[in-house]
């Protein structure tokens, strides 16, 4: 019933900046959990922030911590994720996500996922 789709991926140098975006429709966005996940061909999709429903609560993974922050914006059904000083490291498809549930690092805690957007870090 939650569709969502995530924009701002692109080619970046070493140490510059995006700033992806979710917009999200078909429910109830200021109740759900969002998350951001990345995933690289051949792993496994990887946890990279979450946000309560309110903004008051947020989680990182411990290599993103300091570099990316998650934010958003109710009144537009939007989740960001600005991303700076950005590694190659960093190179993966992101996906936006929603839950019903609490705070989590578990994709499998999410149900809505949007189709992914490509960010590619270069040396």
């Known amino acids: 019933q939650v569709q969502l789709v995530e924009s701002g991926g692109g080619l970046v140098q070493t140490g510059g900046s995006l700033r992806l975006s979710c917009a999200a429709s078909?429910?109830?966005?200021?109740?759900?959990?969002m998350g951001w996940f990345r995933q690289t061909p051949g792993k496994e999709r990887e946890f990279v922030a979450t946000i309560s429903w309110n903004g008051v609560s947020t989680d990182y993974l411990e290599s993103v911590k300091g570099r990316f922050t998650i934010s958003r914006d109710n009144a537009q059904n939007t989740v960001y994720l600005q991303m700076n000083s950005l590694k190659t490291e960093d190179t993966a498809v992101y996906y936006c996500?929603?839950?019903?549930?609490?705070?989590?690092?578990?994709?499998?805690?999410?149900?809505?996922w949007g189709q992914g957007t490509q960010v590619t870090v270069s040396s």
């Open positions: 996500a929603a839950s019903s549930l609490l705070l989590s690092r578990d994709s499998r805690r999410y149900r809505y």
């Open positions: 078909g429910g109830t966005f200021d109740t759900y959990t």
